[in-house]
Nanobody, 127 residues
Framework: QVQLVQSGGGVVQAGDSLRLSCAVA????????MGWFRQPPGKEREFVAS????????LYADSVKGRFTISGDNAKNTVYLEMNSLKPEDTAVYYC????????????????????WGQGTQIRVSL
C-alpha cells in the first residue's frame, strides 16, 4: 500500500519562504510521477507542480512559476516543494500526490489522474 506523509507548512508572512516535504512509502519515487496540488479556502483543488524524478522537465502552474520549485530525492524517496516569495493568494491546504504512470501533459495537471494522496498541510500567508 502506498503512503504519502507530508511535513512542513504553517503561517508565514508575505515574501517569506517555506519548504514542504512528502515522504513516499510502498512505491519507488523514480518509477512514479509526483505532483503538488493546493486547495484555497472555498475553492477547488488545483495543480501546482509535477515532476518525474527519473528525468524530464518539471511542470508548474503559471501562478507559481519562478517562485516555487519541485524536486525529488530518490535515495530518500521524498519529494519537496520549495516556495519562495510567498503571497497571500498562496494560502491553501497543500497536497502531494503520486501517479503510478507518467501520464500525458494534460493528465498530470488533473486531480483525478493521481492515485495516492498525502494528508494535506495548511499554509497561510499573511500580509
Amino acid at each position: 500500500q502506498v503512503q504519502l506523509v507530508q511535513s512542513g507548512g504553517g503561517v508565514v508572512q508575505a515574501g517569506d519562504s517555506l519548504r514542504l516535504s512528502c515522504a513516499v512509502a510502498g512505491r519507488t519515487l523514480s518509477s512514479s510521477r509526483m505532483g503538488w496540488f493546493r486547495q484555497p479556502p472555498g475553492k477547488e483543488r488545483e495543480f501546482v507542480a509535477s515532476i518525474r524524478t527519473s528525468g524530464g522537465t518539471a511542470l508548474y502552474a503559471d501562478s507559481v512559476k519562478g517562485r516555487f520549485t519541485i524536486s525529488g530525492d530518490n535515495a530518500k524517496n521524498t519529494v519537496y516543494l520549495e516556495m519562495n516569495s510567498l503571497k497571500p493568494e498562496d494560502t491553501a491546504v497543500y497536497y502531494c500526490a503520486l501517479k503510478r504512470s507518467y501520464g500525458t501533459l494534460t493528465q498530470i495537471m488533473e486531480v483525478t489522474a493521481y492515485d495516492s494522496w498525502g494528508q494535506g498541510t495548511q499554509i497561510r500567508v499573511s500580509l
